[in-house]
């Protein structure tokens, strides 16, 4: 007989998830109605206006896909790329790398724009490379969880648009710890996830379009190559007058974002930016005061997401297992490049508290003595 579920409670310290508010837990488990029923359109409607003020944005549509992160990725290529378009991408670390697979997977031409992991793409490599192309959009990741690098997106942004180009953002770890201004900053397409600096549980992925990507797909020559990521057909389900059956709204989890977005907007989105920053500092002096060294150079460091170099002759296999075992604390492992080199420790949403930055030093001087 399987027993009834009950995993230990963990810190979660890692690239995602991270703890979530006991609210949200509570709203998961709040009754199941029709994802047509009036009631929910409505939680649908707070829902997308919650995440308009958190994108900062006034796109109409703006939405949460339902699914992970990677699909609010796929959606926006599937739906602005047909084939034989081309679209140039920024690449340094893992999830540049994965924006480039979805873009050939689309048919499209892809021209990739790289700079080292753990530094961020420099304005004049995006320069050149538009100099040398035309591209129909170009695609960037503001906050790379696989380096910890912080991407500053205004001047790439403008030289984007000076080209013609659509300007398409990854935001999965950076929305709801750190500014992102969709307007301002003039970004066409974004998506982020909501198991970060939103904690919420993973499941759905925030996206949001402005009129002129809302145009390029209009003027589609071919169909989606994805059913399931149409917006053609989502936005009907989420914006339209009268709302249309496309797939079953995942109810419980869009109760858990409703939730994790009220909380967000009732500490205030800059009071949330400032505890972020304020206990990355924390952890900052913290670790330095061990020894510890940062991978990314202090002007280009995520708040959220500390890459820290792994110290010579430590095993740090035996350190992740002891401090998830002995602590419950979960912290990242590098990733692609950085296997072996750094940890990647979260302070998101939920998990950026002098707490959990208090409970991960304790922990490491025991293990490290
Ligand atoms: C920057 C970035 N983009 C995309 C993703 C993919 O999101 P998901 O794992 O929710 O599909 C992640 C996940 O860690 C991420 O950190």
Redesign the pocket.
Known sequence: MVKELNPRARFLMG??PSDVNPMVLKALSTPMIGHLDPQFIEIMDEVMEMTRQLFQTNNQLTSVIS???????ETCFVNLLEPGDTAMVCVNG??GN?MCDIVERCGAKLIRVDAPWGEPIAPGQVKDALEKSKPKLVAI?H????TGVLQPLTEISKMVHDAGALFVV?T??SLGGTQVKVDEWGIDAVYS?T??CISAP?GL?PVSFNTKSLEIMDQRKTKVQSWYLDLSMIRKYWTGAKRAYHHTGPISMVYAVHEALRIVHQEGLEARFERHLRNHKKLLDGLEAMGFEFLVAPEYRLPMLNAIKIPNGVDEQTVRARLLNEYNIEIGAGLGDFAGKVWRIGLMGESSTPNHVNLLLGALKDILG
């Not at 906050?143 to 696989?146: C, F, K, R, V």
């Open positions: 690239p995602g699914a992970t992160g990677s699909a609010g990725m893992v999830f994965r990741v906050a790379e969880t696989s990854d999965v770890t996830g198991q970060k993973p992925s």
